[in-house]
T-cell receptor, first 113, second 113 residues
Framework: EAEVAQSPRYKITEKSQAVAFWCDPI?????LYWYRQILGQGPELLVQ????????DSQLPKDRFSAERLKGVDSTLKIQPAELGDSAMYLC???????????FGDGTRLSIL | QQQVKQSPQSLIVQKGGISIINCAYE??????FPWYQQFPGKGPALLIA?????SEKKEGRFTISFNKSAKQFSLHIMDSQPGDSATYFC????????????FGQGTTLQVKP
């Protein structure tokens, strides 16, 4: 079964540093989502792409977070500068189209020291 | 109004028993209600989903019961097995141009042998 690929699986960095996460969605999936999951809570949407366009970034802290999906396939989420409160699991999901079932990758566990 | 409230926070069930997890919502515009299963270190995996035009959906040992008037839905796991031990999240989606998922806080299920 096709999967959403994410890397790295784990990232430890110091506050004020830059960090980047990569996601490769299931082939043919037009919609891509980045979620943040704090330990013990449900995922919260950060940003959603439809092909290469952002359709929802209302919960993305734009002063430090950025996301892109330049060719409408894979995507990168960046944080600069990282803060202690950014420690969380960052999950990528994709769906064939909007309002279709979302399939998640195994995430990147970020720890900020 | 965008919240999905999930209970209980944790649940312990004996092998062979029935596990029941409940969710409640306020926004009557929600039109898609999936349940996700998450094992430690893994991303959420879609388990089963329902739309409000049906009151029940069953897939194997997993059943969603939906009460539109009460704005509640629940997951029943029949014949619970130790391999079902995981965290379960309910979610709800708003129709329209994003299909954004709002997740509950999660329920940690432990099935004792």
């Amino acid at each position: 079964e096709a999967e959403v690929a994410q890397s790295p699986r784990y990232k430890i960095t110091e506050k004020s540093q830059a960090v980047a996460f990569w996601c490769d969605p299931i082939s043919g999936h037009a919609t891509l989502y980045w979620y943040r999951q704090i330990l013990g809570q449900g995922p919260e949407l950060l940003v959603q792409f439809q092909d290469e366009s952002v359709v929802d970034d209302s919960q993305l802290p734009k002063d430090r977070f950025s996301a892109e999906r330049l060719k409408g396939v894979d995507s990168t989420l960046k944080i600069q500068p990282a803060e202690l409160g950014d420690s969380a699991m960052y999950l990528c999901a994709s769906s064939f189209n909007i309002n279709q079932p979302q399939h998640f990758g195994d995430g990147t566990r970020l720890s900020i020291l | 109004q965008q919240q999905v409230k999930q209970s209980p926070q944790s649940l312990i069930v004996q092998k062979g028993g029935i596990s029941i997890i409940n969710c409640a919502y306020e926004n009557t515009a929600f039109d898609y209600f999936p349940w996700y299963q998450q094992f430690p270190g893994k991303g959420p995996a879609l388990l089963i989903a329902i739309r409000p035009d049906v009151s029940e959906k069953k897939e194997g040992r997993f059943t969603i019961s939906f009460n539109k008037s009460a704005k509640q839905f629940s997951l029943h796991i029949m014949d619970s097995q130790p391999g079902d031990s995981a965290t379960y999240f309910c979610a709800a989606s708003i129709p329209g141009n994003t299909g954004k998922l709002i997740f509950g806080q999660g329920t940690t299920l432990q099935v004792k042998p």
